[in-house]
């Protein structure tokens, strides 16, 4: 992370906007932040912490109420107005890009409200937001994602705050190992155990998968003792008791079929399908013999039903003539009944059609026509003066229109002219009072000129304006004369005043003619308004009341048109209603003449038809009709009873045939006994059925456990192949990953901590003439980790072989080997490939002696040198007379301000 920039405002003890320049002061690699106790020097480094993390650089306090120094408004400046924004602004530099993070405190309405924004900053530029409306907790992750370090990290490598230098060296191996795994990158060793732990696991619990598949398929496994008894398998616990158990099956199996062939089922089957046919024939002669005894008494049914068609068949040539003289009888009574209806309808026709014709003569006389055509006439006349009302009206609006245009521009006209005649004459007045005084310099200078020539005048000399040698009357310089500058100064303005009051008083000439040329335009427009608005009233006067427009004009025509036109159709309808109603009484007395016509006919032709059925009835000896009908059938009914008596006599034939061939057929033989069929049939089902049942409960479980037997042996090889190299797979996974002692990613570490502690010690070589030498031990710290412990070597000390603990070095001594630490941590992570391109000191300096300054100093010149960006805080003087680029904290009543030095 490499700083660029921060602004703060209204933020600890700085009331104004103050800028730090981070590129500005690191271009020697190395500046000094100083400035008295309390001035504000540290809130520097907290504005930087505070805009990444929402936190200060020191510990987290926390203030009555619960507000800490994680809180902007406790950071508020007390000094400042309610208007003014606290603003805490960082712009720094990480993998190439530039990012801004900010965050402000806003007045809003009554409180206070805080604004947070994070921007990528662009090439061209422009900036690009991260978040939309960021939350506080939004920024600080986003901080420790690019930045790739906690703001607790921030603080031991970045950021060295005030009293806790040491805090990373006597840190415990867990928390080392955090912050070193950020810097390294080493997320990727843990990464990869656990991948390979995760795949050896997952070989394991699938191979160990396979022995237990093979257990619980086993269990699954049920002994049939149904099947084989109870004697043969107690359980199956391994794949051979399970080879064991089929094989008693198919042993049960094979027992099963040679007892079911002893029972000889097939012929017990064909036997008994031999009896029930000849009981079927028996059956079959029995149904004959109770036929024949039905027919036989049906035998005097049919004797009847033969007499009865025999007289329909006799009287059946009488049926033309009855149907002839019944249809005779009802076409007499229709025309008697259609002609009396006629006659009933005679009277209505007659009133309806004279009724009628009077209501039709009634309308006529109440005609409108008249009327409505003279009126219509009236109206057409007045249509040209309509016509041209819409004209005239929107020609007087127009010319209405025009005139209040020409108006308004003469009465801007006239305003313009009168502004312009206001500035003319107070140019006037300036021009004439700058003349005025131009003539006053002008008087005054000639007169100091004057006074000048006479003061170097001398008696006998002639004098340059008018040549006398005699000067009795000298003149006197005036007290108030003046330089020729002045006075060609007031010409200039005079000449200036001038000009102004020429320029305005063109504008003036020019607003007096624009108006009048508008006044004009306005008389006109107005006289051609006056003359079209007259025209339009008068031919308003000459319209109707009425009616006020074109489209009313014609509306009331076509109301009158269409009222003719109503009535005339109305006309046509009475008309038409008296003729129609007429034609029909005309028609109907035609028709009552045709009916009686047609009932004489039938008349006569009943009496014919009767007189020819009485003399054929006559001559059969039949005295009457119904005698006849009672006798008779109709065709159909004679049909069937025909068809009827041939099949009865039929029937009785085939039946006759039919028992002959069935006793000659059973002749000699015994009836079985058809009631002991489904015992037999019984008894045989059951047997096949237990046998079947049996047989494929057999079949079903060997075929299962057949097919069980061949996939468990081949799990179970698969297994026993496999088992031991998936165990020793695990077993290194886990040592890589730790369990048992230093895993991958920590054993990593370490060798990158060793390159860190290498720098170290060459930074540590430059002091105290190279007396301490750190170095890791595997000891183990909190939480029994190990591997990331530091000791330091004392040279002074070559008897101890172990080293001391840090902890044990003395306040200047951690100082030094932090700084050492830090510097080294950087140096290597940059070669991992994570730069730390800035490094910030908070005090610590004022624990070292000078000596022990200087060796920080050359330790620190080793960093400028690198390119490396290093910040400090310090009250020592030797420091200040040492870095070249300074910048002081002032403190002042009215808020505190940096400054360069």
């Known amino acids: 992370m490499k700083p660029l920039l921060l602004e703060i405002q209204a933020f600890g003890p700085y009331v104004e906007k103050q800028t730090i320049d981070f590129e500005e002061l690191g271009k020697d690699g190395l500046f000094l932040i100083k400035g008295k106790t309390g001035s504000g020097k540290t809130t520097i480094f907290d504005a930087m912490t505070f805009a990444l993390y929402g936190g200060s650089s020191g510990d987290e306090e926390v203030s009555k109420g619960g507000v800490g120094r994680n809180n902007l408004a406790e950071w508020r400046c007390r000094q400042v107005d309610s208007n003014t924004d ?217 004797k009847e039903k033969r007499c009865a068609r025999e007289s329909a068949t006799d009287v059946e040539p009488f049926r033309i003539g009855i149907n002839e003289h019944e249809a005779a009888e009802k076409e007499l009574a229709e025309r008697i009944s259609g002609l009396d209806e006629l006659k009933k309808q005679l009277p209505v026709s007659k009133e309806t059609a004279e009724k009628k014709k009077q209501a039709y003569e009634d309308f006529k006389k109440d005609s409108p026509v008249q009327k409505n055509t003279t009126r219509i006439g009236e109206l057409q006349a007045k249509r040209p003066a309509y016509e041209k009302a819409d ?113 305005a008083d063109k504008q003036r000439q020019s607003a007096e003619e624009n108006a009048k040329k508008r006044n004009e335009e306005f008389i006109e427009a107005d006289k051609a308004y006056s003359q079209a608005n007259t025209t339009f009233e008068n031919n308003k006067n000459t319209l109707l009341e009425d009616i006020k427009d074109l489209d009313a004009l014609n509306k009331s025509i076509e109301k009158l048109e269409a009222a003719n036109r109503k009535y005339e159709e109305d006309c046509r309808k009475y008309e038409d209603a008296a003729k129609k109603a007429q034609s029909s009484f005309e028609g109907l007395q035609t028709k009552i003449e045709a009916a009686e016509n047609e009932m004489k006919k039938a008349e006569k032709d009943l009496l014919d038809k009767k007189t020819a059925l009485e003399a054929k009835m006559k001559e059969k000896g039949y005295s009457t009709i119904d005698e006849i009908k009672s006798k008779m ?137 190279g007396r301490y030498q750190l170095f890791r031990t595997d000891d183990k710290g909190s939480g029994n980790k190990k591997g990331l412990e530091l000791k330091v070597y004392d040279r002074r000390s070559p008897d101890d072989k172990t080293g001391r603990s840090v902890r044990m070095l003395s306040g200047g001594e951690k100082f030094l080997v932090s700084l050492s630490l830090s510097i080294g941590m950087s140096t290597i992570a940059q070669k991992a490939g994570m730069r730390i391109d800035s490094l910030f000191i908070d005090e610590g300096f004022g624990t070292l002696d000078e000596t022990s300054i200087n060796d920080a100093m050359e330790i620190l010149e080793c960093v400028r040198k690198n390119s490396g960006v290093i910040g400090i805080i310090s009250h020592v003087k030797l420091l200040e007379e040492n870095i070249a680029t300074q910048i002081e904290v002032v403190k002042t009543d009215n808020g505190n301000y940096i400054k360069a030095v």
Not at 144 to 164: A, D, H, M
Not at 211 to 229: F, H, M, P, Q
Not at 715 to 734: G, H, R, V
């Open 633 to 769: 059938m109709d065709p159909q009914t004679l049909a069937t009873l025909t068809q009827e008596i041939a099949s009865y006599d039929q029937q009785c034939k085939d039946i006759d045939k039919s028992l002959e061939e069935r006793v000659e057929l059973l002749k000699g033989k015994v009836e079985p006994d058809a009631s002991k069929f489904a015992e037999r049939q019984d008894d045989i089902d059951k047997k096949e059925k237990t046998y079947q049942e049996k047989r494929f409960k057999f079949s079903e479980v060997i075929n299962g456990l057949e097919t069980k037997e061949k996939g468990l042996a081949s799990l179970e090889k698969e297994y026993l192949d496999t088992i031991q190299q998936a165990e020793d797979d695990l077993s290194f996974a886990k040592k890589l990953r730790g369990d048992t002692g230093m895993g991958l990613q920590r054993y990593v570490l370490a060798i990158m901590f060793d390159q860190v502690i290498g720098e170290a010690n060459r930074m540590l070589s430059k002091v105290h003439g």
């Open 86 to 302: 606290t603003v805490v602004s960082f712009t720094f530099e990480e993998g190439g890009k530039k990012y801004n993070f900010t965050r402000k405190l806003v007045q809003k309405r009554v409180n206070l409200s805080e604004e947070l924004s994070a921007k990528l900053l662009l090439p061209d530029g422009g900036s690009q937001e991260l978040f939309e409306n960021p939350r506080k907790d939004d920024l600080n992750k986003k901080a420790q994602e690019i930045i790739g370090l906690t703001k607790e990290q921030f603080r031991q490598v970045v950021l060295l705050p005030q009293g806790q230098f040491e805090k990373f060296i006597v840190a415990e191996s867990g928390d080392k190992e955090t912050i070193l795994k950020k810097l390294f990158k080493a997320d990727q060793w843990e990464k990869y155990t656990k991948i390979l732990y995760g795949n050896a696991e997952e070989r394991y619990r699938t191979i160990q998968g396979k022995k237990i598949r093979v257990d619980n398929s086993l269990a699954e496994v049920e002994i049939r003792t149904e099947l084989i008894g109870e004697d043969k398998i107690a359980a199956v616990n391994t794949v051979s008791d399970l080879r064991e158990y089929i094989e008693a099956l198919r042993s049960g199996k094979k027992a099963l079929d040679e007892e079911f062939e002893k029972f000889h089922s097939d012929e017990k089957k064909k036997q008994l399908d031999e009896d029930k046919k000849l009981s079927e024939s028996f059956i079959m002669l029995h149904k004959l013999e109770e036929k024949k005894k039905e027919l036989k008494e049906r035998e005097q049914t049919y």
């Open 391 to 503: 004209e005239l009206r929107m020609n007087a609006d127009t010319l209405r229109e025009e005139r209040n245009k020409a108006k308004t521009a003469a009465e801007k006209a006239s305003e313009n002219y009168k502004k312009a005649l206001k500035e003319a004459g107070e140019k006037k007045a300036f021009f004439d009072a700058e003349d005025e005084k131009a003539r006053e310099y002008r008087d005054r200078y000639f007169s100091g000129i004057y006074g000048e020539i006479a003061s170097n005048l001398e008696e006998g000399k002639p004098c340059p304006v008018c040549g006398n040698t005699h000067h009795p009357d000298l003149a006197q310089k005036a007290d108030d004369s003046i330089s020729k500058e002045e006075m060609e100064k007031q010409d200039q303005a005079s000449e200036n005043a001038r000009k102004a009051w020429a320029d």
